[in-house]
């Protein structure tokens, strides 16, 4: 309060601060700290006696102004390390042209809870403007300013001091966010977890007390702070409690400096699937928010980094992290971004064992990245462009100059010298917002290499709907552990997601560019698969190599027997060539990785699609089958083996099938049959199905009657063929001719006969 002194007490007053004076001096300013409070700091700047554990404080009193002009107010919000600082008058006060706060402290005398360092700053209080928006200087008051006292009183007995005033807020932005919860880590006690986000003892409210909910931050109305922990428990957020049900979740996060949080796989929780920031999140420099394989950060707000590599986007064997703002990223002086892609068994240059990527950042000024930029290893890495302008055959063209311009969204091809697994950094701006790929010609070949621009997946089947006008609903992706190209086609095959930094193949309709769009990204670990009704996928593994490849056989609305643009896939050649291959034969001929046929198929014809293998070593292979699931009850789906005697295997009771073969035997050795649904269930619908496809009959027996004979006759009645069917044997095919012709199909049971019409083409 006001200081009232008699003329002797005010010559002992004054000659005992002139003493004070020379003995010590202090400094007293408002500030902005990392958190985005309005604090108040004092030093001492010489002389004895510094402020410690041992030397009682009697005192402290101060006020903050600021303009009336100005619509606002300030609380105190906690007495930063106990300095026992409140309001004094009860209400905001005005004198001359400033509203005005007086502060002083409370509970006195008490001891400073730490030493204090000559020349060094002391955060006393924090303080948040509770009213109003925009941006105003706040400041200390003059001593006397409103009759009110600017004073430091310390020490026994008591000397006042007056400090000089150094330093204001200015221009300082309000309302203040309060950060309720402040980790601090370390936390111990009964099955403590000293780095896990979700645990209460290691938060604590923004004054040290108790957080607001008792528990850790997890609802999207709380803000967050991360400071820097090294001189306390120098533990930061990095774990989670899988035994939780909550996520990693708040509204605004500040990550100060030399702090860190990191993200792990929180994809199996039941829960929230990734770091969900509601609100804003900042990064002082020297802050870190890595994103490990599998860790995924949402920012609904935006974002902020002040700091070199202050997000990091991880990627190893096991995956890779993703990273997705909605709002806008801004950078400090030294602010970026880095965003890692694992390259697995990089191959020899001469084996051309590629791995197609692209630029995963802006560091060229120009957009995109310098070929530099992709030397994952130095003197030894090859890189190759895709030249649409060239024939199929001419396609790959080697670059190598350093400044050779790798544009956002285009692709390339890699691949080293050293046979080793390698992980491609880049460092920059991350790529936001619509991008642009470069200009797709349409001159010649028509395939493109283009590539994932965003830290983050995209969805492919979005795009290609985004983009009609210039590319088909299709694309290929190099898997150079597979040994194959990977393909999608009208929602089906490979994985819908293109993940961070995959260049992948498309084919172009037109000449253009693609677009991308924020509305594309998804946070993904292509884990996953559509399921898909009446979708066969077919797998081999095997040989010495350990090479794979798939085949997908489906049946849908609009397709044909032929060739479906948006529909059916290209099989696309291994680069290796001891590859193993399968393929599917559509009717004209096309060789198929994705084998789209018509949906009426299935609806009780037999349906038989031709499979080539082919395969580099003599050894066992296996086919897995997956999907069966997918098709209406009562359709089967049968696999023949045309080398092993005509092997029949009925794939609904076992879907696997090992088999040996050789790099030199015929590749037309396999063929799956589908047939519509049947029931053996009730007596009146069992039957003998007659069939046929190309040069052969077949009868599929769905009775417990033996077949006691087959005939079949040509259309002038004469008797081409006639045999009888082993006991028990369900599938049987006949060889009828190789002339283009109708024949009628006999075929007599034990108590019945039944006769059908086919045509045998070549």
Known sequence: MKKIFTTSLLFLFFSLFAVSIIAQTFEIKTSENDKGYLIVQMRETSGTGTPSTTIPINDISFEIRWLTTVSTDVQVLCSTNDYNLAEALGAKQTSGSYDFRLFQATNTPFYPPNNWVTGQWETIGEFKITTGSGSADFEISPHQFGGYDLNWNQGD????????????????????????????????????????????????????????????????????????????????????NSSSNYSYTCNNIIIGNGAHVTVPDLSAQSTGTYFNIAGNLKIIDGGKLYLPALGYATVGGSTEIDAANGIEVQADATGVGSFIDNGTITYGTSGSGKVQTYLTNTATAGSFHQHTVGP?????????????????????????????????????????????????????????????????????????????????????????????????????????????????????????????????????GSQQYVQVGQAFFVETNSAGSVQFTNALRAHSSDAFREVIPNMLTMKVHGGTMGYSDELIVRFTDDATNGYDVNLDGEKWNSMYD???????????????????????????????????????????????????????????????????????????????????????????????????????????????????????????????????????????????????????????????????????VQVITESGVYTNKILITK
């Open 157 to 240: 007995p008591p000397v006042d001091y007056l400090p000089t005033i150094n330093g204001s807020a200015t221009n300082y932005n309000y309302p203040t966010t309060v950060y309720e919860f402040v980790w601090k880590g370390g936390g111990t006690g009964p099955g403590a977890l000293p780095t896990n986000w979700n645990q209460t003892n290691n938060w604590e409210d923004e004054c040290g007390g108790t957080t607001p909910t008792g528990y850790w931050p997890y609802q999207t109305t709380e803000n967050v702070y991360i400071p820097n922990t090294s001189s306390g428990s120098g533990y930061y957020p990095e774990t989670w």
């Open 360 to 492: 995963t950042v802006d560091v060229a000024s120009a957009g995109g990245a310098t070929l530099s930029a992709f030397d994952v290893a130095a003197g030894s890495t090859y890189a190759y462009d895709w030249d649409e302008a060239q024939p199929v055959a001419d396609g790959w063209q080697n670059i190598y100059s350093n400044s050779y311009l790798v544009a956002t969204g285009d692709g390339i091809a890699l691949s080293t010298t050293d046979a080793t697994d390698h992980t491609l950094e880049m460092t920059g701006a991350f790529i936001t917002g619509n991008t642009s790929s470069p200009a797709l010609t349409y001159s010649n070949n028509h395939y493109e290499l283009i590539s994932n621009p965003y830290p983050s997946s995209i969805d492919f089947d979005a795009f290609a709907a985004a983009n009609t006008g210039t590319i088909n609903n299709e694309y290929w992706i190099w898997n150079p552990g597979t040994g194959n190209y990977e393909n999608r086609v009208g929602g089906a």
């Open 578 to 744: 001891d590859a193993t291959m399968i393929r599917s034969i559509a009717e004209d001929g096309s060789e198929l990785a994705i084998n789209a046929l018509p949906l009426e198929g299935l609806q009780g014809d037999m349906v038989s699609v031709p499979v080539n293998f082919q395969c580099g070593y003599t050894a066992q292979y296996t086919f897995d089958f997956e999907g069966i699931d997918s098709f209406e009850a009562g359709n089967e789906v049968w696999l023949e083996d045309k080398k092993d005697n005509d092997k029949w295997v009925y794939l609904n009771n076992n879907p696997h099938y090992t088999f040996t073969a050789t790099s030199y035997e015929p590749n037309d050795r396999f063929i799956i049959h589908f047939f519509g649904p049947t029931s053996i269930n009730n007596k009146d619908e069992a039957k003998v199905d007659i069939y046929s496809w190309r040069q052969y009959a077949y009868i599929k027996n769905v009775t417990n009657e033996k077949i006691k004979k087959v005939s079949i006759y040509n259309m002038a009645g004469s008797l081409v063929s006639e045999r009888e069917i082993p006991d028990g044997q369900k599938l049987s095919k006949i060889w009828v001719s190789d002339h283009m012709a109708y024949y009628v």
